[in-house]
């Protein structure tokens, strides 16, 4: 019989049976391709699988197979396994796949994995290092100290000093701390991967704690380009809490993680492969390598029909019927015995059950109190737990090793380690190595023990396990808190049970684990609440209700669940203000808190309720610095993890300012969103000063980076250029690359609005860089967006229109409220431009629906007015022109670039005074480009309007100038056209109009501009038929200007020749719509709008349709 009795990947090899991998020929062809572009750094293909069945169906021993495949490829494979009983226990698969590569990497080896080499050797990498995608990699000591989070060990072994590396360490925000922990994993893979390819496989993911799955996926992102493999095996199983506790994974958290998940697989990063039950015709080719032999008909029918296709569970009903003697070989065949009584069990469970009934009961009922333990366990703390002598226990144990139940528990033997590999042996050992330990062969075995205890039996034996292994870790028992917390907490036992989720939510703060922290608080705050507020912990620094609810909400609050958050903050507010003498500091916090996540709710008046409350709390607080000294003694590890590992002693002085500089800056954002700019601004560099003399750079970058925006367009930009870099630098010092990103996004914008090209393409390749190393998936709709608004100046439609498309589809992946509605308006301003109107106006409409609750709002309503009122819809123009120039300006960048389409749209109506009041303000915009519309040719048609013909004049030639030197093709040539009616109007001579419209009508051609070309044509057209004798025309075009512009002052002119209905079929042909056009517009019949012109041309006395547009033109109509 050859059914293995051992898990693969467990490191007990010489208790496996080597079996053949039956069927699978798909699944190991996927693996094949996958392991080669790893190996050979192939640009294309996923380097990330999951594979994924129901128990039993051959998931690790397929895992088994591609860490055998990667060895033969010279592979580092780096493997572990979750367990149930680990999975509030952050990072644990991941810390037991490292531990060993640390430990076998010599001392040399790994300071240069780590970024430690020789100073001159360091200082050329740095040089190297100056592009965008080394900016902003760890080396180094934040590198170290980052990693000591998970191996505490590392600095010592590296010759460091904790206090003293902990001195060196950024003052840095929770996230960007996670971001480093995450970052510092993937640097250390990345570096060791370039000498040799690496297989990273985590089995059983199911059970694996929240903080590993995230820390994979992003090293999925991270580690795309990298020769970094990752495996993942789970089973579909929901996740469980322990001792009734709720699922911390809300649904809302749950379906983003699947649409990650389904990016990835979208994007072509992560591989799916799920595996179904074995064929009959692999089945019965792996019973045959079970039983090797003749096996009779029916023995094989019967088992075979009993598995379907569950490898695991066929040997377990081979395993039973050799291990009973009821399947014996006798000269090659398998031979049957009582054939008529063999039963066989209906499931795994009946079948592992069947298999431990071999055992004695004594050896069993010891089996079922060590499965409790977990998937090992020390033997000298069960030996405590059954209140037995070790030595007594020990023919138990043999007995269970000889039926392979268990096994010694031995990672590599003495005679295996090279002298080096001695030295760092201690360091990176489990702490709880020097114990005897004992490993269950399977996990489904422990799975069966476990099931078989009743309820009350299980908590009284969970107890004692607790007391059993605190004082077999004895003074290395904080180590192990989430372990001891949880049999405490399965055992009953309060006090211990609290102590130690209290000290097991502050290791998960410290590793960034947020979800992990929430459940042992949530069940600390459930003991406390459950005795009224007695104490249940003889130590001081039991924490009180409302400090464990605002630690909880704040780290709700960090995980974006903004719901639970605002519960929490709230719970933690009424048992403040139900205290007798409540901290000011506490309050100060909380409210703070909760005007933060109100403030990301959109529920302004609370929000700015809160801070309020809390700023005052803040000012009172002077005479409370004991109070906050109890604080950082109740709650050493800071729930906003400020300050970073090893700076819990922090001076009270210190944590005041740390917290007004939230303060501020919260109050700041608060004030941008209400548009308030001014406010704002004092308030940001107030924060700025402070965070200044704590050495905080994040929060200088932050302060600065505000105010830069609030600076805007006009006559700052150039100030507000430089506070965006000087933090965006910031940003890079301390190795933030989202921040840094978006900074560089909005740099590349700004750019190309003054014109910069370069620059703007330089800044937003830089960003797409780091976007796509780090995963910023927000950053990649951005990028596409500003690559098509660069495509949409140079006229290039079609590469506009890809990148349009692309930045779309991200926002609509990723319900980015403030990207749709941009991206919507650059499509319609496309379309427009482009001559396709229709579609242009469904875009707008879209645009504005999807502003509605954005600060594009205006922006957006007044962009669509000024298409109106360019394509002649005067009375529906008029209504969203007003509309927009009623909402109030936002603040920053985000307000005044839309000005200039309000006072052309406005000029375009014939309203020069409400053009009048926009005009001074946009003189200040001068030299900008705001959706390829230059800034310098509105003010050049603002002032043909009005007559002022040398002012009009200088701002064509600006706006030649920027185009010319951007590139920005379509707008020259609506320039210059605008110069051609313009010629037109002062009455020039008519080649100057002929040579103008010639050269317009060369680049829109060239553009594909058809709409535009036939425009042009019918003002060159007309400019001929209106044409008088060259001896007269220089005498007559000064008293034609000068009689135009009177009548249009006057409200005389055309008004007075044509009626009502002639001005608006004369103004729509002179914006260049057909006959049927003008008729859908105006709501007539196409013979009706050919009547009204007919008596256009016999009132104005032209001969035709372009020689009418040309004197509306010159009259100033149009």
């Given at each position: 019989m050859q059914a293995p009795f051992v898990d693969p990947l467990i490191k007990l090899e010489r208790l496996r049976t080597p079996l053949p991998l039956i069927g699978r020929s798909f699944e190991l062809q996927v693996i094949r391709v996958l392991l080669e572009t790893v190996a050979q750094d192939v640009a294309?293909?996923?380097?990330?699988?999951?594979?994924?069945g129901e128990m039993g169906v051959g998931k690790t021993r397929l895992l088994a197979a591609l860490c055998q495949e990667a060895s033969r490829r010279h592979f580092l494979v780096l493997e572990a396994s979750a367990y149930e009983t680990g999975k509030t226990i952050p990072y644990f698969p991941i810390i037991e796949a490292l531990r060993p590569f640390l430990r076998s990497t010599s001392r040399d080896q790994l300071r240069h994995y780590l970024g430690l080499s020789p100073l001159s050797q360091q200082e050329d990498d740095e040089e190297d290092a100056t592009g965008s995608q080394g900016a902003l990699s760890l080396a180094g000591e934040p590198l170290i100290a980052a990693l000591t989070r998970l191996f505490p060990e590392l600095p010592t072994f590296l010759d460091y000093e904790k206090r003293t590396l902990y001195e060196h360490v950024e003052l840095l925000s929770p996230d960007l701390e996670k971001f480093r922990l995450f970052d510092a994993v993937a640097t250390l893979l990345e570096h060791a991967a370039e000498e040799q390819p690496i297989v990273l496989a985590i089995d059983d993911l199911q059970w694996a704690d929240s903080a590993s799955l995230e820390l994979m996926l992003y090293l999925t992102v991270r580690l795309h380009t990298s020769r970094v493999a990752l495996i993942g095996v789970t089973r579909p199983e929901p996740p469980r809490g322990y001792n009734g506790e709720e699922s911390l994974i809300s649904a809302e958290a749950a379906t983003t993680a699947a649409r990650v998940v389904g990016d990835l697989m979208r994007q072509g990063m992560l591989l799916l492969l799920p595996l179904s039950p074995l064929s009959q015709e692999?089945?019965?080719?792996?019973?045959?390598?079970?039983?090797?032999?003749?096996?009779?008909?029916?023995v094989q029918q019967s088992l075979l029909s009993r598995a379907e296709g569950n490898p695991f569970f066929l040997?377990?009903?081979?395993?039973?019927?050799?291990?009973?003697?009821?399947?014996?070989?006798?000269?090659?065949?398998?031979?049957?015995?009582?054939?008529?009584?063999?039963k066989l069990p209906d499931g795994i469970v009946l079948a592992v059950e069947q298999r431990l009934y071999s055992l004695s009961a004594p050896c069993r009922d010891l089996l079922q109190v060590a499965a409790l333990f977990g998937r090992s366990f020390p033997l000298d703390a069960l030996a405590m737990v059954v209140a037995g002598e070790v030595n007594d226990l020990l023919a138990l144990i043999d007995e269970a090793v000889g039926a392979a139940i268990i096994a010694s528990d031995v990672i590599v033997s003495d005679n295996e380690q090279t002298e080096e590999e001695n030295a760092i042996w201690p360091l990176f050992l489990r702490e709880d190595m020097p114990m005897q330990r004992y490993l269950f062969c399977q996990g489904i075995v422990q799975e069966v023990l476990i099931a078989s205890l009743p309820a009350n039996r299980v908590r009284q034996l969970h107890g004692a396990i607790g007391k059993a292994l605190e004082s077999c870790y004895a003074e290395d028992s904080v180590k192990h808190?989430?372990?001891?917390?949880?049999?405490?907490?399965?055992?009953?036992?309060?006090?211990?049970?609290?102590?130690?989720s209290l000290q097991a939510g502050e290791d998960a703060v410290q590793q960034q684990a947020h979800r992990e922290a929430i459940g042992h608080f949530r069940l600390a705050l459930k003991l406390l609440e459950a005795e009224k507020g007695a104490?249940?912990?003889?130590?001081?620094?039991?924490p009180s209700v409302a400090e464990l609810f605002m630690s909880i909400g704040e780290l709700w609050l960090m995980l974006g669940e903004l719901d639970p958050a605002a519960h929490a903050l709230q719970q933690a507010l009424q048992r403040l203000q139900q205290s007798s003498a409540p901290s000011p500091w506490l309050l100060s916090r909380v409210n703070r808190l909760l005007g933060d996540t109100y403030r990301l709710q959109a529920r302004y008046d609370q929000a700015l309720a809160h801070l309020q409350i809390a700023s005052n709390a803040l000012d009172e607080e002077n005479g409370s610095q004991e109070q906050v000294g109890k604080m950082v003694e109740h709650i050493r590890w800071r729930p906003d993890s400020y300050y970073g590992v090893g700076a819990v002693e922090l001076q009270t002085g210190k944590l005041n300012t740390s917290e007004r500089i939230h303060m501020l800056q919260s109050q700041a954002t608060l004030q941008v969103l209400l548009n308030r700019p001014q406010e704002a601004e004092t308030l940001l560099w107030q924060s700025y000063h402070l965070a200044i003399s704590i050495g905080d750079r994040g929060g200088q970058a932050f302060a600065l980076h505000w105010v830069g925006y609030l600076r805007g367009w006009g006559e700052q930009i150039h100030e507000t250029i430089r506070l965006q870099e000087q933090a965006h630098t910031l940003y890079l010092a301390i190795g933030d690359p989202f921040r840094a990103t978006l900074g560089e996004l909005g740099l590349g914008m700004i750019y190309q609005g003054l014109g910069?090209?370069?620059?703007?393409?330089?800044?937003?390749?830089?960003?797409?860089e780091h976007a796509r190393r780090y995963g910023i998936r927000r950053a990649f709709g951005w990028f596409h967006w500003n690559q098509g608004m660069m495509a949409y100046s140079l006229g290039e439609w079609e590469n506009s229109m890809a990148h349009l498309q692309e930045a779309l589809q991200e926002a609509m992946t990723h319900d980015d409220a403030r990207l749709k509605p941009v991206v919507l308006l650059t499509l319609a301003e496309l379309a427009f431009r482009r001559g396709n109107w229709r579609e242009a106006e469904q875009l707008f409409l879209d645009s504005i629906q999807a502003a509605t609750a954005t600060e594009w709002f205006p922006s957006t309503i007044a962009l669509y007015g000024h298409f109106l009122a360019v394509t002649g819809r005067r009375v529906a123009a008029r209504t969203q022109l007003d509309r927009a120039a009623a909402i109030a300006e936002p603040p920053g960048i985000d307000g005044s670039f839309y000005l200039p389409f309000l006072a052309e749209g406005y000029i375009h109506l014939d309203l020069p005074d409400q053009a009048a009041i926009y005009s001074e303000r946009i003189r200040n915009l001068h030299s900008f480009v705001y959706y390829g519309n230059a800034v310098d040719r509105i003010l050049g048609v603002i002032a043909a309007h009005m007559g002022n013909w040398a002012e009009a004049e200088e701002a064509f030639e600006n706006g030649l100038l920027l185009c010319q030197r951007m590139g920005n093709r379509p707008e020259e040539a609506a320039i210059l056209y605008e110069q051609a009616r313009m010629a037109m109007m002062r009455g020039e001579v008519v080649t100057r109009v002929h040579t103008l419209c010639a050269e317009a009508r060369e680049i829109f051609l060239a553009c594909g501009m058809e709409r535009a070309v036939a425009m042009v044509d019918t003002l060159h057209d007309g400019a001929d038929l209106l044409a008088e004798p060259a001896d007269t025309a220089e005498q007559e075009a000064v008293s034609q200007t000068t009689e135009a512009a009177a009548e249009r002052a006057n409200g005389a002119g055309l008004e007075q020749q044509l009626t009502k209905r002639e001005l608006e079929v004369l103004r729509l042909v002179a914006e260049g719509y057909t006959d049927r056009e003008v008729a859908d517009i105006l709501i007539i019949s196409p013979r009706t709008a050919n009547r009204h012109l007919s008596n256009i041309f016999m009132k104005l006395d032209v001969p035709g349709r372009a020689a009418a547009v040309a004197y509306a033109v010159r009259q100033g109509l149009v």
């Open positions: 294309v293909g996923a380097r990330a699988l999951t594979i994924s692999e089945a019965t080719e792996h019973l045959q390598a079970l039983l090797p032999g003749v096996v009779p008909e029916s040997e377990e009903l081979v395993r039973t019927l050799t291990l009973s003697q009821q399947l014996l070989l006798r000269n090659g065949i398998w031979q049957a015995q009582r054939v008529n009584n063999i808190a989430a372990e001891l917390a949880r049999h405490y907490a399965l055992g009953g036992e309060k006090e211990a049970t609290l102590r130690w104490k249940i912990s003889s130590s001081e620094q039991q910069e090209m370069e620059k703007s393409r330089l800044y937003s390749l830089r960003a797409m």
